[in-house]
Nanobody
Framework: HVQLVESGGGSVQAGGSLTLSCIASGKIESDSYCMAWIRQAPGKAHEWVARLDATGATTYATPAEGRFTISRDNAKNTLYLQMNSLKTEDTAVYYC??????????????WGQGTQVTVS
């Protein structure tokens, strides 16, 4: 049984910062998996934000590039998303997820429950 639990969301003014955390437990250890942050804004589809693979390589979606940083603490089995210079359009529920690859495409197979980020 895989469990991902996010925390750290909240309300912040535009230009502010937040750090999200995601603790992984169960069949996986977060340091051996590709992990990602995904968000869903009101009335919109899920949007991939950032990925961190098992080698430590990071990839960011264009809206997150230069403002967000994905990282991992293997000792704590925790994935982070540091978000700076937040904008109102960053308002969304943020999910962490594990990633597997099928035919070169990412598949987000396990998800947390999400944490709300509101930027005003």
């Amino acid at each position: 049984h895989v469990q991902l639990v996010e925390s750290g969301g909240g309300s912040v003014q535009a230009g502010g910062s937040l750090t999200l955390s995601c603790i992984a437990s169960g069949k996986i250890e977060s340091d051996s998996y590709c992990m990602a942050w995904i968000r869903q804004a009101p009335g919109k589809a899920h949007e991939w934000v950032a990925r961190l693979d098992a080698t430590g390589a990071t990839t960011y979606a264009t809206p997150a590039e230069g403002r967000f940083t994905i990282s991992r603490d293997n000792a704590k089995n925790t994935l982070y998303l540091q978000m700076n210079s937040l904008k109102t359009e960053d308002t969304a529920v943020y999910y962490c997820a594990t990633v597997i690859w099928h035919g070169g495409a990412p598949v987000y197979n396990y998800w947390g429950q999400g944490t709300q980020v509101t930027v005003s």
